[in-house]
């Protein structure tokens, strides 16, 4: 991917050095890239106009350069069969008045026809990251620009779908990033801003459901994230 990115993003993300992937154990050298992750950070104006430039570069990727790579594993078919399946699984998240009820409205959408229109998507493909954290995010101070790290997990995506990811990942919680100023900064084509508006339901009832006492999500985040990520549901769902 690294090789990928250096031909058609060049200066995008870490350029690849030296590799031995036959090796026991593999091992990839890459460039150490500068500056700082945006995650725990108030993201500035000037930040998420960066941010969104490198993530409109990524996407201008050729459409058959994208094809003969790989889909990532967390796509929007995983996402909604996991996101119900927690739901499923009617976990513990408390007595909070706001909490349930965010549930409620949660299951209802989970049960429409609306997370199933997602997993065939309509428009062409793009190269992504696969993974929203903020972490993956790294403002150079320098020359006033963002690059990406983190690409163990990229791969053959869905535009929408990685704009929810970065809108909604927990890591949000971390710090500030106006997600409506983000995508007004995206190149997004007719009728694709609906789409991310349900990938972001998706995606934030997902780490909602995590979120119980017992949740796997729980421990990396601190108190209040669950009536926080309730009300971040209710308000997109609303």
Same mark, same amino acid.
Request: with cysteine; proline share 8%; net charge negative.
């Given at each position: 991917?690294?090789? &990928?990115?250096?031909? +058609? *993003?060049?200066?995008?993300?870490? @350029?690849?050095?030296? !590799? %031995? $992937?036959?090796?026991?154990?593999?091992?990839?050298?890459?460039?150490?890239?500068?500056?700082?992750? &945006?995650?725990?950070? +108030? *993201?500035?104006?000037?930040?998420? @106009?960066?941010?969104? !430039? %490198? $993530?409109?570069?990524?996407?201008?990727?050729?459409?058959?350069?994208?094809?003969?790579?790989?889909?990532?594993?967390?796509?929007? *078919?995983?996402?909604?069969?996991? @996101?119900?399946?927690? !739901?499923?699984?009617?976990?513990?998240?408390?007595?909070?008045?706001?909490?349930?009820?965010?549930?409620?409205?949660?299951?209802?959408?989970? *049960?429409?026809?609306?997370?199933?229109?997602?997993?065939?998507?309509?428009?062409?493909?793009?190269?992504?990251?696969?993974?929203?954290?903020?972490?993956?995010?790294?403002?150079?101070?320098?020359?006033?620009?963002?690059?990406?790290?983190?690409?163990?997990?990229?791969?053959?995506?869905?535009?929408?779908?990685?704009?929810?990811?970065?809108?909604?990942?927990?890591?949000?919680?971390?710090?500030?990033?106006?997600?409506?100023?983000?995508?007004?900064?995206?190149?997004?084509?007719?009728?694709?801003?609906?789409?991310?508006?349900?990938?972001?339901?998706?995606?934030?009832?997902?780490?909602?459901?995590?979120?119980?006492?017992?949740?796997?999500?729980?421990?990396?985040?601190?108190?209040?994230?669950?009536?926080?990520?309730?009300?971040?549901?209710?308000?997109?769902?609303?």
């Amino acid at each position: 991917m690294l090789t &990928l990115l250096a031909e +058609h *993003a060049p200066d995008l993300a870490p @350029t690849p050095v030296e !590799a %031995a $992937l036959e090796a026991d154990p593999p091992m990839i050298v890459m460039s150490r890239l500068p500056g700082r992750i &945006l995650r725990g950070d +108030h *993201a500035t104006g000037e930040q998420i @106009t960066a941010m969104a !430039a %490198a $993530l409109n570069r990524l996407h201008q990727i050729p459409r058959q350069v994208v094809e003969r790579v790989e889909p990532a594993s967390w796509r929007p *078919a995983a996402a909604v069969d996991k @996101t119900r399946a927690w !739901a499923n699984k009617q976990p513990d998240l408390g007595h909070d008045p706001l909490v349930r009820e965010a549930f409620r409205a949660g299951v209802a959408w989970l *049960a429409s026809s609306a997370p199933d229109q997602l997993i065939s998507n309509p428009l062409p493909p793009v190269l992504g990251l696969a993974d929203g954290n903020h972490a993956n995010y790294l403002w150079d101070d320098h020359e006033r620009r963002v690059r990406l790290i983190d690409w163990e997990d990229s791969g053959r995506s869905d535009r929408a779908f990685e704009m929810g990811e970065v809108c909604e990942h927990i890591s949000r919680i971390d710090g500030v990033l106006d997600a409506e100023q983000l995508l007004a900064c995206i190149d997004l084509a007719p009728g694709e801003a609906e789409r991310v508006r349900d990938v972001r339901r998706l995606i934030a009832l997902g780490w909602f459901l995590q979120l119980g006492p017992d949740g796997p999500a729980t421990p990396h985040n601190p108190a209040g994230t669950l009536e926080r990520q309730a009300h971040r549901v209710l308000q997109l769902l609303g």
